[in-house]
């Protein structure tokens, strides 16, 4: 079991930087892979970024590669993503999930834990 809680949305305006926080309580965060995915209004809950269980393989959709940067810290039971440059479209709900596989996926489905979301909007 984990449970995962989110933090660090807010408003920011475009070009701006956001770093977001996925704290983790269980016995198993160490093992899992971790992902964050995003939803805004009327869209499809869509996948950000994944690293695996240790770190040692990170992976970002399209979107987002160049600007947004996923790291864990398994010490801290912790989970970052830090979000550079950020653009309008980048407005959303933002989860924090873990995976069963310790390698982790791009489908939300195959993620078994959820955090509650912290909103990130960005502005013109």
């Known amino acids: 079991q984990v449970t995962l809680v989110e933090s660090g949305g807010g408003l920011v305006q475009a070009g701006g930087s956001l770093r977001l926080s996925c704290a983790a309580s269980?016995?198993?965060?160490?093992?899992?892979?971790m992902g964050w995915f995003r939803q805004s209004p009327g869209k499809e809950r869509e996948f950000v970024a994944r690293?695996?269980?240790?770190?040692?393989?990170?992976y970002y959709a399209d979107s987002v590669k160049g600007r947004f940067v996923i790291s864990r810290d398994n010490a801290k039971n912790t989970v970052y993503l830090q979000m550079n440059n950020l653009k309008p479209d980048d407005t959303a709900l933002y989860y924090c999930?873990?995976?069963?596989?310790?390698?982790?996926?791009?489908?939300?489905?195959?993620?078994?834990?959820w955090g509650q979301g912290t909103p990130v909007t960005v502005s013109s």
């Open positions: 999930a873990a995976h069963l596989n310790p390698l982790g996926s791009n489908g939300a489905a195959g993620y078994n834990y």
């Open positions: 269980g016995r198993t965060f160490s093992s899992n892979a």
């Open positions: 690293i695996t269980f240790n770190g040692d393989n990170t």
